[in-house]
């Protein structure tokens, strides 16, 4: 079964910390996403990558970056955390580098609370 | 730009009916869509994929339906059970972009 490992599951940080989020699969999947899910607007795609190096921006990345050195590890970082950052944080992986119809796994979330 | 809704935010039903879900979308018609499960404080599970010139797909007992002339999807669980009592998600695969999701109908299935 494929494994994605968020590191935390709750995180509380302050206004302006810099935030990592860390995620790894160990099922050397290809792609690897970032969504946040907030109640009333669902799942939305923060970043993700598609191969080590490699990032594009989804569809609400302000406020974010990430980071793949390794295929199977995938960052995300708030440069200055606010509070319209807290979340859940979601990572997820897929096979098949670009392959939009594969299945995504999911971590079970970070909660990230910012005071 | 595509957008997706899923018909109810909750719905609630009696153990053994079966419950039916929808997932509606306004432009193109996606290459493929997918239904996952959501559980509280769980990340989403992949349950069914169905590619667009399929009508209708079948796992144990559930079944989805794709129908790109109402552009629309349904999802079936039969002789439900108390324990699908979960959010579950329908997302749109457009062929060249990550999946893009709806917000989810939380189904609660009262024994």
């Known amino acids: 079964d494929v494994k994605v490992t968020q590191s935390s599951r709750y995180l509380v940080k302050r206004t302006g910390e810099k935030v990592f989020l860390e995620c790894v699969q160990d099922m050397d999947h290809e792609n690897m996403f970032w969504y946040r899910q907030d109640p009333g607007l669902g799942l939305r795609l923060i970043y993700f990558?598609?191969?080590?190096?490699?990032?594009e921006k989804g569809d609400i990345p302000e406020g974010y970056s990430v980071s793949r050195e390794k295929k199977e590890r995938f960052s995300l970082i708030l440069e200055s955390a606010s509070t319209n950052q807290t979340s859940m944080y979601l990572c997820a992986s897929s096979f098949g580098m670009g392959q939009t119809n594969s299945p995504l796994h999911f971590g079970n979330g970070t909660r990230l609370t910012v005071t | 730009s595509q957008k997706i809704e899923q018909n109810s935010e909750a719905l609630n039903i009696q153990e053994g009916k079966t419950a039916t879900l929808t997932c509606n979308y306004t432009n193109y018609s996606p290459a493929y869509l997918q239904w996952y499960r959501q559980d509280p404080g769980r990340g989403p599970v992949f349950l069914l994929l169905i590619r667009e010139n399929e009508k209708e797909k079948r796992k144990e007992r559930l079944k989805v339906t794709f129908d790109t002339t109402l552009k629309q999807s349904l999802f079936h669980i039969t002789a439900s059970q108390p324990a699908d009592s979960a959010t579950y998600l329908c997302a749109l695969d457009m062929g060249n972009t990550p999946l893009v999701f709806g917000k989810g109908t939380r189904l609660s299935v009262i024994a």
């Open positions: 990558s598609y191969d080590v190096k490699m990032k």
